[in-house]
């Protein structure tokens, strides 16, 4: 999860996640590229005026400065068609849940092996033990397998929200009257946190999301538990 130190980005919990952190890296090592280029160039014509009359009529520079960019686009462009892709692919799921947004909470239903459904709210600090993360934690987990292919349906029941988790690169919009859908694998077990990423109201910053990634013979023993 992200703390006062973070500096990066989080670490990645899905295989979508870490291909997006190389693509990352891949950006920003080209614009640091353009960034040393640039800077050159402009502080040597800062210090030398002799040397700007290449560039008057120059047909070879402006046609490196014409070719150049474009080239630089196409590395940029291709892997990030090829994610844009990957993250709206939608394979077999192993189990689908639906998250529902209220103000100022979110509920959820597991409907695969044996129907219920549940409310989570954030925990208030007046509830607060130690081992719970301030304004991130919330009441009821969403529990999920790891190594296994997950289906959220995502709505809203008043305003638009947003159901977000940084870590597994997930980020979907919750709209009254429509049903958005998104697949992610969890590669890892642990809490993954996130918050949602719509104003939706006074309350807006008190609706965070807890996901507990955990086995799936344990995942099995959580629902027939759950649904007792």
């Not at 394979?91 to 959820?108: E, F, M, R």
């Not at 998104?182 to 719509?198: A, D, K, M, V």
């Amino acid at each position: 999860m992200a703390t006062w130190n973070t500096l990066l980005l989080q670490d990645s919990a899905s295989p979508l996640m870490e291909q997006l952190t190389f693509f990352h890296n891949h950006a920003l090592l080209i614009l640091l590229m353009i960034t040393v280029l640039v800077g050159y160039l402009m502080s040597t014509l800062f210090f030398n005026k002799f040397n700007y009359r290449f560039l008057l009529e120059g047909q070879t520079i402006e046609l490196i400065w014409t070719i150049l960019p474009a080239i630089t686009l196409i590395f940029i462009a291709l892997p990030s068609l090829h994610l844009l892709y990957l993250l709206d692919e939608v394979n077999n799921p192993l189990v689908t849940v639906k998250a529902i947004g209220h103000q100022w909470y979110w509920s959820y239903e597991y409907n695969d092996f044996k129907k219920f459904e549940f409310d989570s709210y954030m925990i208030p600090q007046t509830n607060m033990h130690p081992s719970t993360f301030r304004l991130l934690d919330v009441d009821n987990r969403t529990v999920l397998p790891y190594n296994s292919q997950i289906r959220m349906i995502v709505s809203s029941a008043d305003v638009i929200h947003s159901w977000t988790i940084p870590a597994l690169s997930v980020k979907i919009d919750a709209t009254p009257g429509r049903l958005n859908q998104i697949s992610f694998l969890i590669n890892r077990t642990g809490l993954l946190f996130g918050q949602c990423s719509e104003i939706c109201g006074a309350n807006h910053s008190f609706m965070p999301i807890t996901i507990e990634s955990i086995s799936p013979s344990y995942f099995i023993k959580w629902i027939n538990k759950m649904s007792q």
